[in-house]
């Protein structure tokens, strides 16, 4: 078979098409997700285990099966349940755009909570001590202390859970979903040219990939401005 | 044959018919045993190549030579900017093509040679969890504190020494607890090939729910079989890091 | 020889797997009936759908006997051999809904498909039917046959395009099909729905397209294809006039 | 608080870390003005008492009390004793994500509750007072450890504390950079200003301290005034303990 | 190695860190059985010129010897080198993953290729050396930090070296700990070993040192016997450095 790059010309808009769809999935549920995250991560920093329990069991769930399956369970499985299929959730279920945000922002939320964790048990504990000699509350040590400094620490691992949730997005297509690689399957299924479509769609999703990498880092480099040593004897 | 197809049994609902989900998975069973054991196998198998591919991105990344690690540094953007799904399938498609025009560098006799959709799925997750694997390597390479290697070579200790017994004993206890996330990405990851037709549980539930119309039991069926090879590979790994950081922790 | 056999392996009750385990249905009965008569071993490889034909040019199995139409797309790419059962499609939907989606002389009517959701195989002969026909009509895709009936049943499309045959089996003649009927004549247009269903190979093998049209043919003389419709539907689905009669 | 009655008092207390008792039937007096100089081995139990002190580590036995105000789990009191107590810790723990002037003001807002403008105004008058007024733009890792820890000696000077606590201030500082710490020290006792300080610095212990005492397995072995205590030790463990200290 | 020649031999060294010279113009003869004490303000390129010796730091100009063998690329001259030249670092550097009596037989069995069962007698021989038998089978973390630089001691003697080399071995160890480690080096001292020592501990110093150098931005800016160095020293740098680190 040989590479028809014409092809991919005449492919690549209408995959680019499906980035809109792509970035409302990676955005909305992305936001939702850290949302999510940041209750899961508090239910499990809250020393109570009748909280701390619910949140482990969530995450080892969620952390512990395939994506695939949990947006099958969602789109697939949960209208046969008559509670969901008669409950006032039932529009966001039966629509899939619906499907894919609810699968999408449980399975990063879970993995996102232990991420933000790792940076609230990495704030150095002499730095929460000196500011609880301060008489700062454990209110205000958390806002003003470990938030700061924790999401500094957890930022470089965040960026890579958004570039995994960019390529979970493409799972989409299995639920109908018309996103890129929906779009591309569709012309690879018409043009039975899988090499020129599926290659050229791999090289968007670097970009996009490469786009997260650099828009992390600057954010990175914004929040730790004050663990560089610059300009001092 | 064709009774399930004539005869077809009301779809599950979990409310008003108690006991029907295990009744649903009757005939089942063994599917999704064979299936399990095909995540086995793929398993296992991209587990060995993972390492390999991480040990040799990471040995490219470290080493002074310019050409290794652009290699390595493009192999690692490749596979961790494209969706999984992306490279079981090109993988799965371009395989045939590329390996026969290979071997028929070496052999034009060669009609065509073909990947089947095991190695096919295999190569592809242990490929992609490879990319990650490489930068944990290099991360616990560069762990080993740059004291223990100069003590090393201070009591004359050469260049292959320092490597075995100092850098590698070292680097694995770092590498373990990153190394069993990407076990767990792999095991999941097996769950993609289903796509191109491997007969592991994911495509066994869809072969169920084709002739049951189930689809509920039987994903989350497959959700528990996951839950459980997860589970072995977090004990595992937790055993490992108890082994593997005796000298941590101190006696008292 | 071996015959690799590409097919979805979740078409019931044309290919599919049986609670046993074992590939079943009207496709499988045709491919070991045609391997038999050319003497050859059969090896059945499952695939799904809108990879069937990549697949094939792939080199991944031989023959793709998949309830696969003959049309002018797919025959620009891939070979097929003479049909071996009709191919026709049908819209189903819910009969509350009283969809007037056709005319008296079976023409679509495209305002009455305006705000519908029609389900579709990705890369079926419908899909080619309704981007031609009703390119404003909203489709969605869906990798399998089965989880289109789910959503049908489920409500996230109005209405699907498959194949009646199926359809009546193993839908609308059961429990969970009530409810739905056919909203469609039998739409069968040559253009897009080809001769009928045959088995696919790669190009520029004519011997082994001339073995597997003699084979049918003989499956067809013998009865043979109608004793396998039978063990599924109540009728034949192929031609008689294909055979030698 | 009056200047008649001691400001510290620690009244048989006992901390148990597990089965380990890291502070035994203490006893401490601190009035104000005094200045008390506490060493000891590793591990004896110092920074455990002085961190009862202002209730980073909670006792398990006996009773402390800061001024009129017994050291309990009420909140109220505990917000009022950590005003009054302030606290110079081995590893500076300055904020790392604020700039100097922002580490010294911190606290002043939010606990209490001086407005913006004075904040600044006291903040820069400590930083005066440690020499260090032109580092208040800078974060603190651009400090040199000795700078940092004058920033964290004038963090907790910005909350007017009645007494400071020092938690072996010096020991993480280069040689060099000990001798600016202990004069900023030196100058806070010369002002008046009540101080428990764990150290090992015996030059800075002679010349400040009005008392020494010496701990080892969580009690105090050895109570006196620094002649004494570098003259003529009583106890054992103490000698032994000096020896190793003074002969290097 | 004749003992009629010096050990070490450096002649007008050089080392560069890009274009910061580390080392300048660096001479030194050390003859057999010498005790040598460096110091200096940080950054004076202590590290850097005791590194140099045993070749971790590559030198960019001048010569240096040991014995009759030339530190150059060659590989077996390196090996040579570094069998008889044991070294000691600030920070213990033990390998963490290994008992105490397995980090003291591994470069026997590699390098020495010493039999097992030899090499762990030699590892305890050296273990009671510096007095610490019991904690043979414990791993580096267990053991306190002053125990740890004893085993680091224990593990370079294990090689049989010609020189050892010190780089400020008890800067990291909290006080008490420090003299059971000059204690063992001054033991070492007694009999006969040539050392080369950077260390501020100038108790160590007046007692063990035959000559006492002090470096300042790569070069040497004093160089003599104790009494006169600490008594009168001549350099005005000198006497700076010295009035910062004594009067503490
Ligand atoms: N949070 C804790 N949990 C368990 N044990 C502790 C804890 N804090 C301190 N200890 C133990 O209590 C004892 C006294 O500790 P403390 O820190 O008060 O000693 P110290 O005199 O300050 O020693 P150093 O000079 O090393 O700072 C030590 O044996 C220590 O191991
Ligand atoms: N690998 C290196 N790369 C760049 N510069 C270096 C390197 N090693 C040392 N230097 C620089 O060389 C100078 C001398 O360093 P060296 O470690 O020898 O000093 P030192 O006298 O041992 O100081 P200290 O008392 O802090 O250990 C320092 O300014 C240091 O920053
Ligand atoms: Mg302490
Ligand atoms: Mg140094």
């Known amino acids: 078979m040989s590479f028809d790059v014409s092809l991919i010309f005449s492919a690549l808009p209408k995959m680019l098409m499906g980035i809109g769809l792509t970035f409302q999935l990676l955005v909305l549920s992305g936001v939702l997700g850290l949302a999510l995250a940041i209750v899961l991560m508090l239910m499990r920093v809250s020393g109570k285990w009748y909280l701390d329990w619910p949140a482990q069991t969530y995450i080892y769930i969620f952390r512990g099966t395939p994506i695939l399956v949990q947006i099958f369970i969602v789109y697939y499985g949960f209208p046969q349940l008559e509670f969901i299929r008669e409950g006032i959730l039932w529009p966001i279920f039966r629509d899939p755009f619906g499907c894919a945000i609810v699968a999408l922002t449980l399975n990063t939320g879970a993995y996102v909570s232990e991420i933000l964790r790792g940076g609230v048990l990495g704030v150095d504990r002499g730095i929460l001590e000196a500011g609880e000699a301060l008489g700062l509350n454990r209110c205000q040590r958390f806002t003003y202390l470990t938030t700061p400094i924790a999401a500094r620490l957890a930022l470089p691992a965040y960026g890579n859970d958004v570039i995994s949730l960019l390529k979970s997005t493409a799972l989409v297509s299995t639920i109908t979903l018309a996103d890129m690689t929906g779009i591309a399957r569709t012309i690879v299924a018409q043009t039975y040219a899988p090499y020129e479509i599926f290659i050229s769609l791999a090289i968007v999703y670097m970009i996009i990939t490469l786009f997260i990498q650099k828009l992390m880092a600057r954010i990175e480099r914004w929040l730790g401005r004050y663990t560089v040593r610059t300009g001092q004897t | 044959m064709g009774r399930r197809a004539q005869v077809r049994r009301p779809i599950f609902t979990l409310n008003h018919e108690k006991g029907h989900a295990v009744d649903v998975l009757t005939g089942w069973w063994d599917d999704f045993f064979w299936g399990s054991v095909v995540v086995a196998q793929v398993f296992l198998a991209s587990l060995v190549l993972m390492v390999i591919f991480g040990l040799l991105g990471a040995a490219a990344k470290l080493s002074s030579n310019r050409i290794f690690q652009k290699i390595a540094n493009g192999y690692t953007i490749v596979f961790r900017g494209t969706p999984e799904i992306l490279v079981i399938l090109l993988l799965y498609f371009g395989s045939a093509i590329a390996l026969t025009a290979i071997a028929q560098v070496f052999n034009p006799e060669i009609k065509f040679l073909d990947v089947p959709p095991f190695w096919a799925g295999t190569i592809a997750i242990a490929l992609i969890v490879g990319s990650y694997a490489t930068e944990t390597f290099r991360g616990a390479f560069l762990g080993v504190k740059p004291g223990s290697i100069e003590a090393a070579q201070a009591l004359g200790m050469n260049g292959f020494q320092v490597f075995f017994y100092v850098r590698v004993a070292e680097m694995w206890r770092l590498a373990l607890p990153a190394f069993g996330n990407h076990m767990l990405s792999l095991i999941k990851d097996t769950a993609l090939i289903s796509i191109i037709g491997l007969n592991e549980t994911l495509f066994v539930a869809k072969q169920a729910i084709a002739t049951t119309g189930a689809p509920f039991i039987m994903y989350i069926m497959v959700g528990v079989i996951y839950l459980g090879f997860s589970t072995v590979i977090t004990l595992t790994v937790m055993t490992l890091e108890y082994y593997g950081t005796r000298h941590m922790r101190s006696a008292t | 020889e071996t015959l690799r056999v590409g097919m979805e392996c979740t078409y019931a009750p044309f290919n599919y797997r049986t609670d046993a385990g074992e590939l079943a249905g009207y496709d499988v009965d045709v491919a070991t009936g045609v391997a038999a008569i050319m003497g050859a071993d059969l090896e059945f490889v499952c695939q799904q759908w809108d990879g069937m034909i990549p697949a094939l040019l792939a080199n991944k199995f031989d023959l793709i006997v998949a309830s696969m139409s003959i049309t002018n797309q797919r025959l620009e790419k891939i070979d097929f051999s003479s049909p071996y059962r009709d191919s026709v499609g049908r819209l189903v939907g819910r009969s509350e809904a009283n969809l007037n989606l056709f005319d008296e002389a079976s023409n679509p009517i495209p305002e009455n498909f305006k705000g519908l959701r029609i389900g579709i195989e990705r890369a079926s002969t419908y899909e080619a039917w309704f981007n031609a026909t009703l390119p404003d009509a909203e489709t969605v895709l869906y990798d399998g046959n089965e989880p289109m009936y789910l959503d049908l049943r489920n409500g996230r499309v109005d209405a699907i395009m498959t194949n009646p045959m199926k359809a009546h089996l193993s839908f609308l003649a059961t429990e969970e099909g009530s409810g739905f009927e056919f909203v469609s004549p039998a739409i069968s247009e040559i253009e897009y729905f080809g001769t009928g269903v045959g088995i696919g190979l790669r190009q520029g093998q004519p011997e082994l397209m001339a073995r597997l049209d003699a084979a049918i043919k003989q499956l067809i003389n013998d009865g043979k294809l109608t004793e396998f419709a039978l063990k599924y539907f109540p009728f034949p689905i192929h031609n008689e006039k294909w055979g030698d009669s | ?248």
Do not use: W
């Open chain 4, 1 to 248: 608080m009056s200047a008649t009655q001691p400001l510290i008092r620690m009244e048989h207390v006992g901390k148990n870390f597990g089965t380990f008792k890291a502070l035994h039937d203490f006893n401490l007096v601190v009035t104000k003005g005094e200045r008390i100089v506490v060493c000891g081995p590793s591990g004896s139990g110092k920074s455990t008492m002085i961190r009862c002190i202002n209730r980073l580590e909670k006792h398990d036995e006996g009773r402390i009390f800061i001024g009129d105000i017994e050291l309990t789990d009420k909140l109220k009191d505990l917000n009022a004793v950590r005003r009054e107590v302030g606290m110079v810790f081995q590893s500076f723990n300055l904020f790392p994500h604020m700039t100097i002037l922002k580490n010294l003001m911190l606290a002043q807002k939010l606990v209490r509750k001086t407005p913006k403008d004075e904040a600044r105004e006291v903040a820069m008058h400590y930083l005066n007072r440690v020499k260090i007024p032109e580092q208040a733009d800078k974060y603190p890792i651009q400090l040199l450890g000795g700078q940092q820890q004058r920033v964290a000696i004038a963090r907790a000077l910005c909350m007017k504390p009645e007494v400071m606590l020092f938690d072996e201030p010096t020991s993480a500082l280069d040689p060099e950079m000990i001798n600016e710490v202990l004069e900023v020290m030196t100058d806070l006792a010369k002002d008046g200003m009540t101080m428990i300080c764990v150290t090992h610095e015996m030059g800075f212990a002679r010349s400040v301290a009005d008392r020494v005492i010496f701990m080892d397995a969580g009690e105090i072995v050895e109570e006196a005034t620094p002649e004494i205590f570098f003259g003529a030790p009583r106890n054992e463990r103490t000698k032994l303990f000096l020896s190793q200290i003074l002969t290097h």
